[in-house]
């Protein structure tokens, strides 16, 4: 029988029609993880990565994740020092968010940016996009967003949420990415925000949440 990574509940197990990837649901909080049989290596990870063309020059890009800021962090922050998990090779959230916005904010980045000193502060704010769903532990990364945070400290999130039915999973485009294993909705949110003391200030119920630490 397998258990939910997150919740520990039994989970029900279907595959994808045309890929046979095995995919595992949680009844209970509604996360979704590819079987582990399916996770990528380190190295088809980063052979991924390295094809992203994201640039510190791409004014579109830059304004997506503005659109982030001013939608999921800055109505609920004050505080100015932030890091970024998950930063990429071009660190471009970073860039817009002390340039545009004023942040101060350090960095990580298990494969582009691996200094662990930055692991051992406390920040206002933690920014994680477009990260989460590559996480095979997403309880390790949740203890690790709660030993960075300030007390009332802002964790801001950008993830696609899946679709709950089943055959619109099926033709769901965010999957098909080898190296997105996790897949989230507002109740896994809920959860891990009551296993972890944090309180949720917004989600868009698609693609963003706010979170706060007690």
């Known amino acids: 029988m397998n258990v939910c990574t997150i919740c520990q509940y039994p989970t029900t197990s279907f595959q994808h029609s045309t890929s046979g990837v095995l995919f595992h649901l949680c009844p209970h909080c509604e996360y979704i993880r590819k079987d582990e049989l399916f996770f990528p290596t380190k190295e088809a990870e980063l052979k991924r990565y390295n ?4 640039s510190k020059e791409d004014v579109t890009y ?6 982030f800021i001013e939608e999921a962090l800055i109505p ?6 932030a890091i ?11 860039y817009v968010l002390t340039n545009r916005y004023g942040f101060e904010v350090d960095i990580h980045d298990p494969f582009y940016s691996k200094e662990d000193d930055v692991l ?11 990260v989460i769903e590559h ?5 390790s990364i949740f203890k690790q967003f709660v030993s960075l945070l300030h007390p009332k400290g ?3 999130i950008m993830t696609s949420f899946h679709p709950l039915d089943q055959t619109l999973f099926q033709n769901w485009h965010y999957h098909r990415d080898n190296t997105h294993v996790g897949f989230f909705r507002d109740r896994t949110f809920e959860i891990l925000s009551i296993q972890y ?12 949440i706010t979170l706060r630490k007690r």
């Open 135 to 139: 996480v095979f532990d997403v309880p």
């Open 51 to 54: 094809q992203h063309q994201n």
């Open 84 to 94: 970024d998990i998950g930063s990429g090779p071009q660190a471009v959230l970073a």
């Open 197 to 208: 003391g944090f309180d949720i200030l917004y989600s868009n119920h698609r693609n963003m």
């Open 62 to 67: 830059q304004a997506y994740f503005a659109r």
């Open 120 to 130: 051992h502060q406390l920040y206002d704010v933690v920014v994680c996009t477009e």
């Open 154 to 156: 802002v964790l801001a």
């Open 76 to 81: 609920f922050t004050t505080g100015k020092k």
